[in-house]
T-cell receptor, first 114, second 113 residues
């Protein structure tokens, strides 16, 4: 069964450093998303991406965040200058198309900013 | 602001009993709802979904009920098993073509053997 995959599973970084979180969505899906979950809290929407551009972003997704689909398979989230409060689980999700809205989530990347 | 809430943070049931997990959503225009299961250290796993033009949908051992009048969603799990122990989130999709989901706080389901 196709799955969303994410790398790395864990990332530890120093405050102010840049990190890139990588995702490989399910291959025939067209819509891609990033969400985050701070420990013990609910999952929060960050950004949705379709047709090589951002279709919606949340207020969390400020100028330090960016997303990219550099090739036909990868979808990345870059955090330019990490802050302590960026420590969270980051989930990538994908869905096939607008009339099939079920989003399938990857296993997540646990980011720890020290 | 937008919010999706859950009535109980923890639900403890005996193995074999039925479980009911509730959710209140805030946006009456939301047109799609999903229940996800999240096990420790893993990503949310799709369980079942329902569109706003339906009141009930059944899957294997799970049923989702939607009451639009009171903006309430519930997940019923029949014959709960130890493997059902997890955190359960409801999520709503406000009307848009961007796919953004708004998640609730989560209910921890504990199944006692």
């Amino acid at each position: 069964e196709p799955e969303v995959t994410q790398t790395p599973s864990h990332q530890v970084t120093q405050m102010g450093q840049e990190v890139i979180l990588r995702c490989v969505p399910i291959s025939n899906h067209l819509y891609f998303y990033w969400y985050r979950q701070i420990l013990g809290q609910k999952v929060e929407f960050l950004v949705s991406f379709y047709n090589n551009e951002i279709s919606e972003k949340s207020e969390i997704f400020d100028d330090q965040f960016s997303v990219e689909r550099p090739d036909g398979s990868n979808f990345t989230l870059k955090i330019r200058s990490t802050k302590l409060e960026d420590s969270a689980m980051y989930f990538c999700a994908s869905s096939p198309r607008t009339d099939q809205e079920t989003q399938y989530f990857g296993p997540g990347t646990r980011l720890l900013v020290l | 602001g937008e919010s999706v809430g859950l009535h109980l943070p923890t639900l403890s049931v005996q193995e074999g009993d039925n479980s009911i997990i509730n959710c209140a959503y805030s946006n009456s225009a939301s047109d799609y709802f999903i229940w996800y299961k999240q096990e420790s250290g893993k990503g949310p796993q799709f369980i079942i979904d329902i569109r706003s033009n339906m009141d009930k949908r059944q899957g294997q051992r799970v049923t989702v009920l939607l009451n639009k009048t009171v903006k309430h969603l519930s997940l019923q799990i029949a014959a709960t098993q130890p493997g059902d122990s997890a955190v359960y989130f409801c999520a709503e999709k406000p009307p848009s073509n961007t796919g953004k989901l708004i998640f609730g706080q989560g209910t921890t389901l504990q199944v006692k053997p």
